[in-house]
């Protein structure tokens, strides 16, 4: 009998508990409205969001309703999207698409509903080259399918005096910079190690590239002119990169730094000289060293360090080299900047200067960590007067790491937990470059995400902003999408870029972003390009509106 009773009674609960569910289960949430171009799309079956913010909606709704073909394979429950030259293939419950014939990972799978396949909304239209908004009160989603022409930018205030009419200084003012590293080092970027020695196609590589990277939003290029102490043009004091032709002294048949500006203004487009200041070799091995190399011609200025060899900072006559080498290029080139990285002193590895630092410390500084950064200091100071001297209205910029100090350090350090500091690691007296504006833009590179406790993205943001307020020092953000796909922590979606981008209109003061680099972008991590175009159309409009 006890038993029965407790049966009974476990039912009625139960049967309490669904009928005190039907209202909930049966009030209307909510219906997600699609607008294109201010018209109403209407949908048998209602678009929905699931708890990670991703909307599905019937792929024929949107596809459709801009003209795109749809068709759908039952066998193996793949959907295929095709408009003038996207293709686009998603398959049910796959959390992965192919764009192009490149695979992208996804949010949210496409999924079965009431026998419609639901697909990503953002996604999808980004990819077919809709804009995306959401009104979250009104439960709104709207898609513009107006195409925007980027206008010809440049770098805030850089105008045309004295560059005799410079077409990569057109443009509106006022636009931010959009750039990317390009790196010559390794072939990393540009030339490719396949074009050794062959003109003409390193020269469709290189408008190849420019063609990728505006077609992103860039409107900036910062390239690698000077990879291991030695050139990619012609030059009197250096030799030719073997990065040219596979041989370091080799002559490659044309100036590909001529070119590569000249093809660079065409577009409108900024080109940036980036100079790897202090780094001599990538690594210990002189054989293939060409004889008129740094190395080859003043030993006594190198230090080898963790198997690399560095040009001594500490050596008078070894900065004035490196400037020599930098004006060279500053007198004989149509360059918008020159830009440097933070290749000073190594931050790993034993530098043996002690005996550089008893010979050449006229200003008796009694730590060799103050003697360092004040060589670095004396470097940077002058190259920026030698570059302004001659040519005033180009930019002079250095891209140091993205934390300055700790603030367990220095109180007015970064609230960060970096293992690595541009001040004390690297002997880069950032805060003094900006202070005294020795420097007209500063590119910290803040290679970590928002949600990385160590080193957030947006602690970082703040402490630079904090630091050019006041100067007339500009500030762009040097982005890392090398890390999309990578388990670090934030990089597991495109949006990780975008959010970041976003937090940057916050401040005022960042004037543009960098990406590292042009490779990384090219290769479209987990669909950054399409998010990139789609970000930088949307504030296109919003600049016109």
């Not at 009625?12 to 009030?27: E, G, Y």
């Amino acid at each position: 009998m006890k038993f029965r009773k407790c049966l009974t009674l476990l039912l009625l609960f139960v049967l309490c508990m669904q009928m005190m569910a039907i209202p909930a289960n049966a009030a209307s949430t909510p219906t997600i409205r699609i607008y294109l171009d201010g018209k109403q799309i209407q949908s048998d079956v209602p678009p929905y969001m699931i708890p990670k913010g991703v909307t599905l909606v019937p792929v024929r709704v949107v596809s459709e309703a801009i003209g795109a073909e749809v068709t759908w394979l039952e066998k193996t429950k793949t959907v295929n999207i095709k408009k003038s030259d996207t293709a686009i293939t998603l398959t049910v419950n796959k959390k992965a698409a192919s764009v192009n014939g490149s695979l992208i990972e996804l949010e949210e799978a496409a999924q079965m509903k009431q026998g419609r396949v639901m697909v990503p909304l953002r996604f999808v239209s980004e990819q077919l080259g809709l804009l995306v908004g959401w009104n979250q009160q009104e439960q709104k989603i709207t898609l513009q399918s107006e195409k925007i022409t980027p206008p010809v930018v440049t770098i805030p205030g850089n105008g045309n005096e004295g560059n005799g009419g410079n077409p990569g200084n057109a443009g509106n003012e006022g636009s931010s910079l959009k750039g990317a590293w390009v790196s010559s080092v390794y072939n990393l970027d540009w030339p490719s190690s396949s074009s050794y020695g062959k003109k003409e196609v390193q020269q469709q590589e290189y408008v190849k590239l420019l063609d990728d990277l505006q077609s992103m939003g860039m409107n900036a290029v910062f390239v690698q002119v000077r990879p291991s102490a030695d050139a990619l043009y012609p030059s009197q004091l250096v030799p030719w990169s073997k990065f040219l032709t596979g041989t370091q002294g080799k002559e490659p048949g044309y100036d590909p730094l001529a070119f590569m500006v000249e093809e660079t203004h065409k577009r409108g487009m900024s080109f940036h000289a980036w100079f790897n200041p202090f780094r001599a070799t990538n690594d210990a091995n002189t054989d293939k060293l060409a004889s008129n190399h740094v190395v080859n011609e003043h030993p006594d200025w190198i230090v080898t360090a963790d198997n690399k060899m560095y040009i001594n900072p500490g050596i008078p006559e070894a900065r004035q080299h490196i400037i020599d080498t930098v004006m060279e290029v500053v007198n004989n080139y149509n360059i918008d900047g020159v830009h440097l990285d933070d290749y000073f002193y190594p931050s790993s590895g034993y530098f043996k200067d002690d005996d550089t630092f008893i010979a050449n410390n006229s200003k008796k500084i009694v730590s060799k960590g103050d003697w360092r950064r004040d060589n670095i200091n004396q470097f940077v100071q002058q190259l920026g007067q030698s570059i302004h001297s001659v040519k005033p209205q180009v930019q002079f910029g250095i891209s140091p790491f993205g934390v300055w100090r700790n603030k367990a350090v220095d109180k007015t350090g970064s609230d960060t937990k970096a293992g690595v500091t541009a001040y004390d690691s690297m002997y880069a007296d950032v805060r003094t470059w900006i202070k005294q504006e020795w420097i007209d833009y500063v590119t910290p590179q803040i290679y970590w995400s928002l949600s990385f406790t160590a080193a957030r993205y947006d602690t970082l943001v703040d402490w630079w902003v904090n630091e050019v307020g006041g100067t007339k020092v500009k500030l762009y953000i040097g982005h890392s999408p090398y890390k999309l796909g990578t388990k670090e922590s934030g990089w597991h979606s495109s949006e990780e870029i975008i959010n970041q981008l976003l937090y940057n209109t916050r401040h005022a003061a960042v004037e543009g972003d960098v990406f590292f680099s042009a490779k990384d972008l090219r290769k479209n991590p987990l669909g950054l390009v399409q998010a990139l175009q789609a970000y930088y159309r949307v504030n296109l409009l919003a600049e016109a509106n």
